[in-house]
């Protein structure tokens, strides 16, 4: 997949910041009530096309990856069952149950293939562009249950393991891979478990799907997971941040830091019971983007079109150097007036008219700061 640089300079740092986005997350879904039938990278981008926060130079069109490139990580047998199952609109019961293709969680839908196909290109257009430095934003990316044989919890494809990979055949070396997505990074895990040049952090809600990252789930020694209860709250995050990540990724000496920035840790998402404000998000963004030369921020999951679009907008700010608004402008306003949501659950104003939430502190519950100081001693 080659990408046009400038100089020697890779085109990101040149640049700036790049976002790497598709129109087909926007003629996409995954159909009937499933929680992916919302509308989330395509309300990001108009969000920040509102903003004005897509300037010349900024804004790239996702590839979607080959079924070759797809096989760094996944099997072939698994990429062509894959295409089949898109093509042909319907997978038979073996294929179901070897590849979890036409289930409940991960349904066949006309776009199955070259949906996540084209999340995975983006990823790994991303670290071609991030080769000599810079900052890359994909929020159609972050899809880390994806398996090498199966797809699973939403995940057809894994694009961080994907996009690791991608970055470590250009020669980019120690990655530090940091996870604030409600559910546990399994599939990425399964990669990296033992790997030395490889930091693996997760902060994620306890007796959730899908049921790993235990406290003492330590993948051979680089992987550093923290279950989290729920009501986990900004001084709960912050704490995690202060006490967890920013020690582990600064030791560690990343030449690239990996962000899964899933917005379902925010309190108005359906499927967690967590309850941070997208501050939280923006927080560890702006903590973690001068650790190393290359960083590479993903989305994830997040199943309310309106805290999902918010959060990802102001991560997106984060990382342009823009500021937030206080109130939206009325583009941007209708941009989120105009989203709908088959969940019975009223959207509030500020939902349409604000893109920070009011800050949701707490006191930092006794369980957590055991679990830090058990994975501080490590």
Known sequence: MAVQRQGEKGWAETAGPVFIGSEIYRRSSYGGAHPLRVPRVSTVIDLARALGWLGPGRYRTSPRAKPAALTLWHSPDYIAALQAAEA?????????????????????????????????????????????????????????????????????????????????????????????????????????????????????????????????????????????????????????????????????????????????????????RLALSNNAHRAVVAALRDLAPRFLVLGGGGYNPWSVGRCWAGVWATLAGEELPEWLPAEAETVLRGLGWHRRRAPEEAWFTTLADPPREGPVRPEIRQRLAALAAR
């Open 88 to 272: 042909a609109g319907a997978v038979s019961a073996a294929v179901r149950d070897r590849h979890g293709l036409g289930t409940v969680s991960n349904p066949v839908f006309p776009q199955m293939f070259r949906r996540p196909a084209t999340s995975a290109g983006g990823v790994m257009l991303a670290a071609e562009l991030l080769r000599h430095g810079g900052v890359a934003y994909v929020p159609g990316g972050g899809t880390h249950h994806g398996l090498p044989d199966r797809a699973n919890g939403f995940c057809y494809l894994n694009d961080p393991v994907l996009g690791m990979l991608a970055l470590r055949r250009l020669g980019v070396g120690r990655i530090a891979y940091v996870d604030i997505d409600a559910h546990h990074c399994d599939g990425v895990e399964q990669a990296f478990a033992g790997d030395a040049e490889t930091l693996l952090i997760s902060v994620h809600e306890e007796r959730r799907w899908p049921f790993t990252g235990a406290l003492e789930e330590d993948g051979g020694g680089n992987c550093f997971n923290l279950p989290v209860p729920r009501g986990f709250n900004d001084s709960e995050m912050r704490a995690a941040l202060e006490g967890l990540i920013l020690p582990r990724v600064s030791a560690f000496r990343p030449d690239a830091v990996v962000l899964q920035c899933g917005a379902d840790a925010v309190e108005e998402d359906p499927l967690s």
